[in-house]
């Protein structure tokens, strides 16, 4: 198995917890994805997360997906491609919110460092070109994302639902 990509976190806003912490976290979700889905990278690859608030994201929501509200989780692959393919060497951003990551860890009763490594494992999943827009892609992905999540003692989160 390949090492991790180079992790460059940013802290663009929010209240996030101490950064070693999200450090530690983020690698590990990064690590289990990469090995349960049999990701290929290349050596060397890159991959950015930028820690944000609910205004900042729901600009790039209204502004890259039309969608004026904010999100959990935005990923911006540098290129497009389908699952199983290598990407570049630059993979791309994964954009979280601190607020909408509380309130929804809250609403579901999880804590916020399990609904936190979900959403990386599913932000990072969308830049190796998994995607949950028609059923049978979700089906694809919300597999391997409980996959992941089993691997880290965490629950199904979709408990059969589709995303």
Same mark, same amino acid.
């Given at each position: 198995?390949?090492?991790?990509?180079?992790?460059?976190?940013?802290?663009?806003?929010? @209240?996030?917890p101490i950064e070693?912490?999200?450090?530690?976290?983020?690698?590990?979700? !990064?690590?289990?994805? !990469?090995?349960?889905?049999?990701?290929?990278?290349?050596? @060397?690859?890159?991959?950015?997360?930028?820690?944000?608030?609910?205004?900042?994201?729901?600009?790039?929501?209204?502004?890259?997906?039309?969608?004026d509200s904010p999100?959990?989780?935005?990923?911006?692959?540098?290129?497009?491609?389908?699952?199983?393919?290598?990407?570049?060497?630059?993979?791309?951003?994964?954009?979280?919110?601190?607020?909408? !990551?509380?309130?929804?860890?809250?609403?579901?009763?999880?804590?916020?460092? @399990?609904?936190?490594?979900?959403?990386?494992?599913?932000?990072?999943?969308?830049?190796?070109?998994?995607?949950?827009?028609?059923?049978?892609?979700?089906?694809?992905?919300?597999?391997?994302?409980?996959?992941?999540?089993?691997?880290l003692g965490i629950?199904?989160?979709?408990?059969?639902? !589709?995303?």
């Open positions: 198995m390949l090492d991790n990509p180079e992790i460059d976190i940013v802290q663009q806003a929010g @209240n996030w070693e912490a999200i450090a530690a976290l983020t690698e590990k979700a !990064i690590s289990v994805s !990469i090995d349960v889905a049999k990701l290929k990278l290349r050596q @060397n690859s890159e991959l950015s997360v930028v820690l944000s608030n609910d205004e900042e994201v729901q600009v790039l929501n209204k502004n890259w997906r039309k969608i999100t959990n989780v935005l990923s911006f692959p540098v290129e497009d491609i389908s699952v199983g393919e290598m990407p570049g060497m630059l993979l791309g951003d994964i954009v979280l919110s601190f607020e909408t !990551i509380t309130r929804e860890a809250e609403n579901q009763g999880v804590s916020f460092d @399990n609904h936190f490594l979900h959403l990386v494992i599913h932000g990072f999943l969308h830049i190796f070109g998994y995607d949950h827009i028609d059923d049978k892609d979700a089906v694809e992905m919300e597999a391997v994302e409980i996959a992941c999540l089993s691997r629950a199904n989160p979709y408990n059969d639902d !589709i995303v």
